[in-house]
């Protein structure tokens, strides 16, 4: 008698991410509706408190015989309904209301955002596991390939002459067009221009930072995809024309799909805002030096 199988969602970190999502607005429910309720009754219970301490109080003060001053003025007995007029007792359930619901809100956006982020990192963690230990070190750790032994993670040597769009291998992004590709003579896989620049980003080498924080000229400009944020190479001011951009690229970072290539656009070369920035400051700190 074979075992009942599972069910195939059962293990799906989607499913349990809602779960957990699901389990902790019903906790928040309770919680708000115990909240409420106790600052809907609290002025009810000060009100009752003051009406027993007032009649004590003015069953001890002294009569007028006794003190043959002016009468004293007993206060009118506070009551609901004039708590009620003032906005002290309904006034509270407008406000018991607007935080039950930003708590509402705010535990749905958590519990898609645990969801969204689950099914990202399932899909990362899918393609990671197909891809060689080399491209892992590349693409996750920053790591480099000897220059003229690189491949392409689906075998394309790193001087392939095959027509197509070089992607990313983790998220798919189409990255780059075999007609920006040209020999650079480093042996790494060299172009002009993405795609597009919005599949990319350029960034100040972190590691660079780290390693040489009191030397910023000889800091590198990162590459990395985009959607996941996984190590491509490094961009240099030393290409051709007509934008003078060297994306020196890792094989080992890409996956070639042949076919037609599209073809690039100059404009999508632009240098990043924080890469014009950083080369600002480094003119500047360097003139400095040169003047001192």
Same mark, same amino acid.
């Given at each position: 008698?074979?075992?009942?199988?599972?069910?195939?969602?059962?293990?799906?970190?989607? *499913?349990?991410? &809602?779960?957990? =999502?699901?389990?902790?607005?019903? +906790? %928040?429910?309770?919680? #708000?509706?115990?909240?409420?309720? $106790?600052?809907?009754?609290?002025?009810?219970?000060?009100?009752?408190?003051?009406?027993?301490?007032?009649?004590?109080?003015?069953?001890?003060?002294?009569?007028?015989?006794?003190?043959?001053?002016?009468?004293?003025?007993?206060?009118?007995?506070?009551?609901?309904?004039?708590?009620?007029?003032?906005?002290?007792?309904?006034?509270?359930?407008? *406000?018991?209301? &607007?935080?039950? =619901?930003?708590?509402?809100?705010? +535990? %749905?956006?958590?519990? #898609?955002?645990?969801?969204?982020? $689950?099914?990202?990192?399932?899909?990362?963690?899918?393609?990671?596991?197909?891809?060689?230990?080399?491209?892992?070190?590349?693409?996750?750790?920053?790591?480099?390939?000897?220059?003229?032994?690189?491949?392409?993670?689906?075998?394309?040597?790193?001087?392939?002459?095959?027509?197509?769009?070089?992607?990313?291998?983790?998220?798919?992004?189409? *990255?780059?067009?075999?007609?920006?590709?040209?020999?650079?003579?480093?042996?790494?896989?060299?172009?002009?221009?993405?795609?597009?620049?919005?599949?990319?980003?350029?960034?100040?080498?972190?590691?660079?930072?780290?390693?040489?924080?009191?030397?910023?000229?000889?800091?590198?400009?990162?590459?990395?995809?985009?959607?996941?944020?996984?190590?491509?190479?490094?961009?240099?001011?030393?290409?051709?024309?007509?934008?003078?951009?060297?994306?020196?690229?890792?094989?080992?970072?890409?996956?070639?799909?042949?076919?037609?290539?599209?073809?690039?656009?100059?404009?999508?070369?632009?240098?990043?805002?924080?890469?014009?920035?950083?080369?600002?400051?480094?003119?500047?700190?360097?003139?400095?030096?040169?003047?001192?």
């Amino acid at each position: 008698m074979r075992a009942p199988r599972a069910h195939p969602l059962s293990s799906a970190p989607l *499913l349990k991410a &809602a779960l957990a =999502g699901v389990i902790c607005c019903l +906790c %928040l429910l309770g919680g #708000a509706a115990v909240f409420g309720r $106790a600052m809907i009754s609290l002025p009810r219970w000060a009100e009752g408190r003051r009406e027993a301490r007032g009649s004590l109080v003015w069953e001890h003060l002294p009569t007028r015989a006794q003190v043959g001053a002016a009468p004293v003025s007993e206060p009118p007995a506070p009551s609901p309904a004039g708590h009620r007029a003032a906005g002290l007792v309904d006034g509270r359930r407008p *406000l018991a209301v &607007a935080t039950l =619901g930003l708590w509402v809100a705010g +535990c %749905l956006r958590v519990a #898609a955002s645990d969801a969204a982020e $689950a099914a990202e990192g399932e899909d990362v963690a899918a393609a990671k596991s197909s891809l060689s230990w080399f491209s892992q070190y590349v693409l996750f750790q920053a790591g480099t390939e000897p220059p003229f032994t690189g491949h392409t993670v689906n075998g394309y040597g790193w001087d392939s002459k095959v027509e197509g769009v070089y992607t990313s291998p983790v998220s798919g992004a189409p *990255l780059f067009s075999s007609k920006a590709k040209y020999d650079s003579g480093t042996g790494w896989p060299s172009f002009w221009a993405p795609i597009d620049a919005q599949t990319i980003l350029e960034r100040m080498d972190p590691r660079d930072q780290a390693w040489r924080p009191d030397q910023p000229a000889t800091w590198r400009v990162e590459v990395l995809d985009r959607a996941s944020m996984t190590h491509l190479g490094h961009v240099f001011p030393d290409g051709p024309e007509p934008t003078r951009k060297r994306y020196c690229l890792n094989a080992a970072a890409l996956s070639l799909a042949p076919g037609k290539a599209p073809e690039v656009d100059v404009r999508q070369a632009k240098w990043a805002d924080e890469v014009v920035a950083w080369v600002r400051r480094t003119q500047v700190q360097a003139l400095a030096d040169r003047a001192a």
